[in-house]
């Protein structure tokens, strides 16, 4: 088994040190890599910056046309979350583009599976906005790069990030060959995500959102996953598992709500990996995406990669949160009668 590395020192020149989405995070994560030993015992991949093509799969013109000017003229503040330097759209071509390419070595059997260590994040990227620190929609692109070169047909996104990922949804909302499933704070930013929102027209049923109530951590993630998740995969048969990787729902998280730990995310890493070992040979692709803790992003991502690389993580120094969790079963009760996905048994 092999496993594949994506990053960039491009990356880091997006970079603003007074907002949570700043270059200390990727820097955090190199460091818990080069400390681990993992980066060298892994095949290391180089981002190409994604063609205009490419990102018009799931962007409009206007919206490329207005980031490239707004970052290639000095930057600043697009909302009062997202902003941009001189160097930011660089960055974020690199970053769909590398998605691209770890999603090509995990198809073309360059590799079992990988993880894109890219910035700026991508999943709040909607086709006609930046919002939510996200720039372009990195999963996205990588998602529809496989259905229309690679020769896909179905392909599932798992996001686990603390926020619904709102700009992912946006993208497929009505196509039948993609599914996506989000479990998320609620309510929480960007508002989106509802147990009603599955899709429409052609992609009905195509959307499967888990919305959790503050509080949630190991013990809840790993029943939705078991009750839900991993089922909804199997009944989706993908070909390709993609996941929007992000860790703010770790304890520790400056503006997250979530109790996570990042045993806690090897935990439903693993889950999906193995999902993906019975469903698609493996083929699963992680691509970073929030995470505001230092100490928490670093040992979470890490913990994800030994996952993938085989290794049983270990117990990171930052340990976990005992304490009550919320009553999950009313929600995932209604999640298996009523959402289309699970009506078809």
């Given amino acids: 088994m092999t496993t594949a590395i994506l990053t960039d020192q491009r990356f880091l020149v997006h970079d603003d040190p007074s907002h949570v989405e700043r270059a200390e995070r990727l820097r955090a994560i190199y460091h818990a890599l080069d400390e681990s030993g993992l980066r060298s015992q892994a095949l290391a991949l180089e981002p190409r910056a994604a063609t205009p093509a490419e990102l018009l799969a799931v962007h409009t013109q206007q919206h490329l046309d207005t980031i490239q000017r707004f970052g290639t003229h000095g930057g600043g503040y697009l909302d009062t979350d997202t902003y941009m330097v001189d160097g930011s759209w660089e960055a974020a071509v690199l970053a769909s583009g590398g998605v691209i390419q770890a999603v090509e070595a995990v198809v073309q059997g360059i590799s079992t599976n990988a993880f894109a260590f890219v910035r700026p994040p991508g999943h709040h990227a909607t086709p006609t906005r930046a919002m939510g620190f996200c720039l372009i929609n990195n999963i996205g692109v990588g998602a529809r790069y496989a259905l229309q070169q690679l020769g896909l047909s179905r392909v599932a996104i798992v996001d686990y990030d603390v926020h619904h990922g709102n700009g992912t949804q946006d993208i497929f909302y009505e196509d039948p060959q993609v599914l996506f499933c989000s479990t998320h704070a609620a309510p929480y930013y960007p508002g989106t995500g509802r147990l009603d929102e ?23 993630y790993v029943q939705v996953f078991n009750e839900i998740i991993i089922p909804a995969l199997h009944r989706w048969k993908p070909e390709l598992l993609l996941v929007s990787a992000g860790y703010d729902a770790h304890w520790s998280d400056p503006i997250g709500p979530m109790v996570v ?85």
């Fill in 198 to 220: 599955v899709g429409q027209g052609a992609g009905l049923g195509a959307t499967l959102n888990v919305p959790l109530t503050f509080g949630v951590g190991d013990k809840g």
């Fill in 261 to 345: 730990s990042a045993q806690g995310f090897a935990q439903m890493t693993h889950m999906l990996a193995n999902a993906a070992a019975e469903l698609c040979n493996g083929r699963i692709v992680l691509v970073l995406e929030g995470g505001y803790n230092l100490n928490g992003l670093a040992a979470s991502a890490l913990a994800s990669l030994q996952v993938l690389m085989g290794q049983n993580p270990k117990a990171d120094d930052m340990g976990r949160i005992n304490a009550p969790e919320p009553d999950l079963a009313a929600l995932l009760n209604h999640i298996r009668q009523r959402h289309p996905l699970f009506a078809t048994e």
